[in-house]
């Protein structure tokens, strides 16, 4: 497992003038930030997860003002990692809830950037202390890169002599302004697993709207998913996936808000709604030995 580097060293390594510097977080750890196109993005090196994106001026993502790095819990809301499983490990629920990646320490291995273009790759590559939890050799590796839109690319390489199966997500927490005023476009007549009826099948009929507790996975073909945050100022965001035949739609509510005891507030169900690109339910992934999957996603504001 990488030990965390030290900022400085990091700074050294990877920092880019304009584009791409490193800092201690208010939330306790070493993060990148990213600046291209008049936007910024922030990455902690826990977990690889993307913990802030301001375009046109406003935060697009929704963090939990609970939100700690370092505690060895995973930080609610950004873009958490989940992999190299999705929700329960499917045969051992006593492990990490949506795989372990979301509080290993991530090694930064490249940044760069262009005219109005930033990026930052880290990696996470298993090794003795994921043993128990998933005897792979496997490495992911994350690519941030920030433009006028911004995009995710979770590379996953076999590096071991067997194939294995796997799930994930890029759990995307979408700030917004009044979860009453908001619509989700795109997901008309898809199929979906209602994790919250017995994992019963259905299928979508118009837009999604938010009125109670929703955790559905659609599967197929899916196009493009656009979040309409009805409240004044109208805002859309589309997201566009792919190696993925599966998006999640999770709203917690009231009574889980309350059960998950790290979102901030009672009432923080109102101001978030995770649209995620996954590799779920029925699309899981096989990966032979020396092969590779990536799953990626682009966001862009409409
Ligand atoms: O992706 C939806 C979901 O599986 C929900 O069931 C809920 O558990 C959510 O993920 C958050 O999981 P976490 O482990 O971050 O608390």
Redesign the pocket.
Known sequence: MAIEPSLAALQSAFARPGAVAFEMSPLGGIVARLTASGNTSTIALQGAQVLSWIAGGFERLWLSPAARLGTGK?V?GGI?V?WPW??AHPHDDTKP??GFV?TRPWEVVETGHTEGAAWIKLSYETGIADLALWPQEAEAQLTVRLDKDLSLSLLTSNLGEVGFVMSQ?L?TYFAVSDIAQVRIEGLDEMKYID?LDTDARKVQSGDITIEREV?RIYLGELGTITLVDGAVPQRRIATKSTGSHSA?V?N?WIE?TKR?G?MGSDDAYKRML?I?S?NAGDDIVLVPPGADHTISVRYQVK
Do not use: G, Q, S
């Open positions: 995973a609610r958490p989940c999705f929700a809830f949506h979301r997500a759990h994790k955790d999640v999770w917690p889980k998950l790290d995770c995620e996954t």
